[in-house]
Protein backbone atom coordinates (compact mmCIF):
# COMPACT_ATOMS: atom_id res chain seq x y z
CA UNK A 1 0.00 0.00 0.00
CA UNK A 2 1.50 3.01 -1.08
CA UNK A 3 0.97 6.74 0.98
CA UNK A 4 0.82 9.57 -0.69
CA UNK A 5 2.48 12.94 0.33
CA UNK A 6 1.87 16.73 0.07
CA UNK A 7 3.09 18.02 -3.44
CA UNK A 8 4.80 20.88 -3.42
CA UNK A 9 2.35 22.89 -4.87
CA UNK A 10 0.25 22.04 -1.77
CA UNK A 11 2.68 23.04 0.78
CA UNK A 12 3.39 26.34 -1.18
CA UNK A 13 -0.13 27.20 -0.82
CA UNK A 14 -0.68 26.48 2.84
CA UNK A 15 2.57 28.56 3.42
CA UNK A 16 0.74 31.24 1.48
CA UNK A 17 -2.40 30.90 3.54
CA UNK A 18 -0.67 31.22 6.84
CA UNK A 19 1.79 33.78 5.38
CA UNK A 20 -2.03 35.65 4.56
CA UNK A 21 -3.39 35.26 8.00
CA UNK A 22 -0.22 36.42 9.93
CA UNK A 23 -0.33 39.54 7.77
CA UNK A 24 -3.61 40.44 8.97
CA UNK A 25 -4.04 39.13 12.33
CA UNK A 26 -0.49 40.39 13.99
CA UNK A 27 -1.25 44.04 13.89
CA UNK A 28 -4.60 43.23 15.32
CA UNK A 29 -2.50 41.94 17.92
CA UNK A 30 -0.62 44.41 18.45
CA UNK A 31 -3.61 46.75 18.13
CA UNK A 32 -5.19 44.82 21.14
CA UNK A 33 -2.10 45.13 23.11
CA UNK A 34 -1.66 49.06 22.77
CA UNK A 35 -5.27 49.04 23.37
CA UNK A 36 -4.93 46.77 26.66
CA UNK A 37 -1.77 49.18 27.50
CA UNK A 38 -3.66 52.36 27.28
CA UNK A 39 -7.06 50.45 29.39
CA UNK A 40 -3.90 50.05 31.99
CA UNK A 41 -2.63 53.89 31.99
CA UNK A 42 -6.35 54.95 32.36
CA UNK A 43 -6.78 52.47 35.18
CA UNK A 44 -2.87 54.22 36.70
CA UNK A 45 -4.46 57.79 36.07
CA UNK A 46 -7.72 56.98 38.36
CA UNK A 47 -6.24 56.04 41.01
CA UNK A 48 -3.42 58.93 40.21
CA UNK A 49 -6.70 61.43 40.64
CA UNK A 50 -8.34 59.50 43.46
CA UNK A 51 -4.80 60.18 45.23
CA UNK A 52 -5.05 63.94 44.47
CA UNK A 53 -8.88 64.06 45.54
CA UNK A 54 -7.67 63.22 48.80
CA UNK A 55 -4.39 65.26 49.53
CA UNK A 56 -7.14 68.14 48.00
CA UNK A 57 -9.36 67.13 50.97
CA UNK A 58 -6.53 67.20 53.67
CA UNK A 59 -4.98 70.28 52.35
CA UNK A 60 -7.71 72.68 52.62
CA UNK A 61 -8.32 72.68 49.05
CA UNK A 62 -5.00 73.56 48.31
CA UNK A 63 -2.78 71.54 45.33
CA UNK A 64 0.41 70.08 45.88
CA UNK A 65 3.37 72.60 45.09
CA UNK A 66 5.90 72.62 48.33
CA UNK A 67 9.70 72.37 47.69
CA UNK A 68 11.55 70.77 50.56
CA UNK A 69 14.78 68.99 51.43
CA UNK A 70 13.49 65.78 53.28
CA UNK A 71 17.11 64.88 54.18
CA UNK A 72 17.98 62.95 56.63
CA UNK A 73 14.60 61.05 55.39
CA UNK A 74 14.81 59.17 51.80
CA UNK A 75 12.05 58.99 49.64
CA UNK A 76 9.86 55.54 50.34
CA UNK A 77 9.52 54.38 46.98
CA UNK A 78 13.11 55.20 46.01
CA UNK A 79 15.78 54.80 49.25
CA UNK A 80 18.88 54.19 47.07
CA UNK A 81 18.08 58.23 45.72
CA UNK A 82 20.44 61.03 47.56
CA UNK A 83 21.14 64.52 47.70
CA UNK A 84 19.59 67.57 47.62
CA UNK A 85 21.43 70.35 45.48
CA UNK A 86 22.67 67.62 43.08
CA UNK A 87 21.70 64.88 42.73
CA UNK A 88 18.35 65.66 43.71
CA UNK A 89 16.72 62.42 45.83
CA UNK A 90 16.39 64.05 48.80
CA UNK A 91 14.72 67.32 47.29
CA UNK A 92 10.90 67.04 46.98
CA UNK A 93 9.77 69.61 44.59
CA UNK A 94 7.70 69.88 41.11
CA UNK A 95 9.81 67.26 39.52
CA UNK A 96 8.97 64.72 41.87
CA UNK A 97 5.36 65.65 42.69
CA UNK A 98 4.57 62.06 42.95
CA UNK A 99 6.09 62.48 46.36
CA UNK A 100 3.38 64.43 47.82
CA UNK A 101 0.66 61.78 46.30
CA UNK A 102 2.15 58.74 47.36
CA UNK A 103 0.84 58.36 50.91
CA UNK A 104 -2.58 58.29 49.31
CA UNK A 105 -1.67 55.61 46.43
CA UNK A 106 1.16 53.81 48.20
CA UNK A 107 1.84 52.28 44.24
CA UNK A 108 4.91 54.09 43.09
CA UNK A 109 4.01 51.75 39.82
CA UNK A 110 1.14 53.63 38.26
CA UNK A 111 3.32 56.84 37.83
CA UNK A 112 5.09 54.91 35.05
CA UNK A 113 3.14 54.83 31.82
CA UNK A 114 3.36 51.50 30.62
CA UNK A 115 3.87 52.14 26.58
CA UNK A 116 7.35 54.14 27.18
CA UNK A 117 10.46 53.78 28.52
CA UNK A 118 11.62 56.18 31.00
CA UNK A 119 15.30 57.67 31.98
CA UNK A 120 16.66 55.13 34.36
CA UNK A 121 19.39 57.64 35.82
CA UNK A 122 16.87 60.24 36.50
CA UNK A 123 14.42 57.54 38.52
CA UNK A 124 17.73 55.98 40.45
CA UNK A 125 20.00 58.74 40.76
CA UNK A 126 17.12 61.59 41.51
CA UNK A 127 13.60 59.82 42.17
CA UNK A 128 12.62 61.88 39.33
CA UNK A 129 10.04 60.41 36.39
CA UNK A 130 11.39 61.58 32.50
CA UNK A 131 10.07 60.31 29.53
CA UNK A 132 7.86 57.85 30.51
CA UNK A 133 5.17 59.09 33.50
CA UNK A 134 3.07 62.14 33.51
CA UNK A 135 3.46 65.94 34.16
CA UNK A 136 1.19 68.09 36.78
CA UNK A 137 -0.28 71.11 35.70
CA UNK A 138 2.32 73.33 37.22
CA UNK A 139 -0.17 76.58 36.04
CA UNK A 140 -3.23 74.99 37.89
CA UNK A 141 -1.03 73.86 41.08
CA UNK A 142 1.41 76.94 40.63
CA UNK A 143 5.62 75.90 41.88
CA UNK A 144 7.95 76.93 44.68
CA UNK A 145 11.50 76.76 44.44
CA UNK A 146 12.42 78.53 48.15
CA UNK A 147 14.42 75.26 49.25
CA UNK A 148 18.32 76.85 50.50
CA UNK A 149 17.60 80.18 50.63
CA UNK A 150 15.56 80.59 47.64
CA UNK A 151 12.70 83.10 47.33
CA UNK A 152 10.62 82.30 44.70
CA UNK A 153 7.25 81.85 44.63
CA UNK A 154 5.36 80.54 41.19
CA UNK A 155 1.95 81.26 42.01
CA UNK A 156 -0.96 79.75 39.48
CA UNK A 157 -2.64 82.30 37.54
CA UNK A 158 -5.71 80.59 39.21
CA UNK A 159 -4.78 80.86 42.74
CA UNK A 160 -3.49 77.24 43.34
CA UNK A 161 -6.93 76.06 45.15
CA UNK A 162 -10.56 74.32 44.07
CA UNK A 163 -11.84 77.60 44.23
CA UNK A 164 -10.38 79.21 41.00
CA UNK A 165 -11.40 76.38 39.22
CA UNK A 166 -14.36 77.15 36.95
CA UNK A 167 -14.61 73.86 35.20
CA UNK A 168 -13.03 71.16 37.24
CA UNK A 169 -14.53 68.28 35.23
CA UNK A 170 -13.13 69.54 31.68
CA UNK A 171 -9.84 71.29 33.15
CA UNK A 172 -6.92 69.33 32.92
CA UNK A 173 -4.36 68.69 36.16
CA UNK A 174 -2.12 65.97 34.48
CA UNK A 175 -1.33 64.49 30.87
CA UNK A 176 1.12 62.59 29.75
CA UNK A 177 4.20 64.21 28.31
CA UNK A 178 8.32 63.74 28.40
CA UNK A 179 8.45 65.95 31.87
CA UNK A 180 7.29 66.06 35.02
CA UNK A 181 5.36 68.94 34.70
CA UNK A 182 3.09 70.75 31.67
CA UNK A 183 4.98 73.22 30.45
CA UNK A 184 4.19 76.53 31.75
CA UNK A 185 5.68 79.98 31.95
CA UNK A 186 6.28 82.37 34.24
CA UNK A 187 5.93 86.55 34.64
CA UNK A 188 6.52 88.99 37.61
CA UNK A 189 9.56 90.03 39.80
CA UNK A 190 10.72 87.78 42.61
CA UNK A 191 9.70 86.52 45.31
CA UNK A 192 6.04 86.59 43.83
CA UNK A 193 5.50 85.31 40.11
CA UNK A 194 2.81 84.26 38.13
CA UNK A 195 2.87 80.50 36.50
CA UNK A 196 0.65 80.62 33.20
CA UNK A 197 0.44 77.96 30.52
CA UNK A 198 2.05 77.39 27.96
CA UNK A 199 -1.06 76.34 26.15
CA UNK A 200 -0.87 77.22 22.56
CA UNK A 201 -1.80 74.76 19.68
CA UNK A 202 1.20 75.82 17.65
CA UNK A 203 3.63 75.06 20.59
CA UNK A 204 1.92 71.44 21.29
CA UNK A 205 1.50 70.75 17.63
CA UNK A 206 4.98 71.11 17.67
CA UNK A 207 6.10 68.96 20.34
CA UNK A 208 3.64 66.03 19.13
CA UNK A 209 4.66 66.00 15.64
CA UNK A 210 8.43 65.92 15.82
CA UNK A 211 8.58 69.43 15.21
CA UNK A 212 6.32 69.96 12.26
CA UNK A 213 2.89 71.17 12.05
CA UNK A 214 2.14 68.01 9.66
CA UNK A 215 -0.44 66.60 12.01
CA UNK A 216 -0.96 63.96 9.28
CA UNK A 217 1.99 62.31 10.44
CA UNK A 218 1.64 59.73 12.95
CA UNK A 219 2.44 61.83 16.36
CA UNK A 220 5.79 61.25 18.48
CA UNK A 221 5.03 58.30 21.23
CA UNK A 222 7.26 59.89 24.19
CA UNK A 223 4.60 62.23 24.39
CA UNK A 224 1.28 60.86 22.80
CA UNK A 225 1.63 57.12 23.40
CA UNK A 226 -1.79 55.86 23.10
CA UNK A 227 -3.17 54.92 19.40
CA UNK A 228 -2.30 58.40 18.36
CA UNK A 229 -3.93 59.66 21.85
CA UNK A 230 -2.57 60.13 25.18
CA UNK A 231 -4.50 59.82 29.13
CA UNK A 232 -5.34 63.16 30.67
CA UNK A 233 -6.39 63.26 34.57
CA UNK A 234 -8.95 66.19 35.44
CA UNK A 235 -9.07 68.30 38.21
CA UNK A 236 -12.52 66.29 39.66
CA UNK A 237 -10.07 63.18 39.73
CA UNK A 238 -11.72 61.47 36.51
CA UNK A 239 -9.13 60.64 33.70
CA UNK A 240 -9.99 59.67 30.12
CA UNK A 241 -8.03 59.15 26.83
CA UNK A 242 -8.06 61.84 24.07
CA UNK A 243 -7.01 61.78 20.45
CA UNK A 244 -3.85 64.29 20.13
CA UNK A 245 -5.56 66.41 17.77
CA UNK A 246 -8.55 66.47 20.08
CA UNK A 247 -6.30 68.24 22.59
CA UNK A 248 -5.39 70.60 19.59
CA UNK A 249 -8.43 71.75 19.11
CA UNK A 250 -8.97 72.68 22.67
CA UNK A 251 -6.02 74.71 22.61
CA UNK A 252 -5.94 78.46 21.94
CA UNK A 253 -4.72 79.34 18.22
CA UNK A 254 -1.61 81.72 17.95
CA UNK A 255 -2.59 85.43 18.39
CA UNK A 256 -4.50 84.41 21.43
CA UNK A 257 -3.14 85.25 24.90
CA UNK A 258 -3.52 83.04 28.04
CA UNK A 259 -4.21 83.78 31.54
CA UNK A 260 -6.65 86.66 30.88
CA UNK A 261 -4.48 86.93 29.41
CA UNK A 262 -1.15 87.48 29.96
CA UNK A 263 1.79 89.97 29.64
CA UNK A 264 3.87 89.28 26.75
CA UNK A 265 5.26 85.87 27.14
CA UNK A 266 7.56 85.75 24.56
CA UNK A 267 10.88 85.97 26.76
CA UNK A 268 9.51 82.98 29.06
CA UNK A 269 10.21 80.79 25.68
CA UNK A 270 12.38 78.35 25.11
CA UNK A 271 14.94 79.61 22.62
CA UNK A 272 14.90 78.78 19.12
CA UNK A 273 11.25 79.21 18.89
CA UNK A 274 10.51 82.08 16.34
CA UNK A 275 6.74 81.94 16.87
CA UNK A 276 5.17 85.51 18.16
CA UNK A 277 2.36 86.12 20.48
CA UNK A 278 1.18 90.01 20.88
CA UNK A 279 0.75 91.00 24.42
CA UNK A 280 -2.44 92.45 25.81
CA UNK A 281 -4.81 90.43 23.56
CA UNK A 282 -7.84 88.90 25.69
CA UNK A 283 -8.66 85.21 25.57
CA UNK A 284 -11.23 85.83 23.11
CA UNK A 285 -13.09 82.67 24.33
CA UNK A 286 -12.90 80.18 26.88
CA UNK A 287 -10.32 77.27 26.71
CA UNK A 288 -11.82 75.48 29.48
CA UNK A 289 -8.72 72.33 28.84
CA UNK A 290 -6.15 75.10 30.38
CA UNK A 291 -8.79 76.83 32.51
CA UNK A 292 -8.93 80.39 30.61
CA UNK A 293 -11.84 82.34 30.74
CA UNK A 294 -12.83 85.05 28.11
CA UNK A 295 -12.09 87.43 30.55
CA UNK A 296 -9.10 88.46 33.04
CA UNK A 297 -8.86 85.15 35.82
Known amino acids: MMRKGFTLIELLVVIAIIAILAAILFPVFAQARDKA???????????????????LSDWD????????????????????????????????NHYKW???????????????CPS???DRQAWEQNAEIFD???ALALHITGATNTWGGANDWRNSFLGGTMAGIKWPAETMLI???????????????????????????????????????????????KSVPHMEGLVLV??????????AREFLAKSPPAGVGTGGCDPNPLQFFPSGMAWTIPSGLVCGKDWPLWGLSAGAN
Not at 84 to 89: E, L, R, T
Not at 207 to 219: H, L, V
Not at 234 to 243: E, L, R, Y
Open 37 to 55: RQTQCVSNCRQIGMGIQMY
Open 175 to 221: MEDRFPGVRHYVTGQLPNRTAYPMAHQHLWRRWFFFNTDDTSRAPDK
Open 132 to 134: GGY
Open 61 to 92: ETFPRMDDCIAPNRIPYQPNATGCSGPYGQRV
Open 116 to 118: RQY
Open 234 to 243: FVDGHAKWMN
Open 98 to 112: QYWIWPYVKNIQIFF
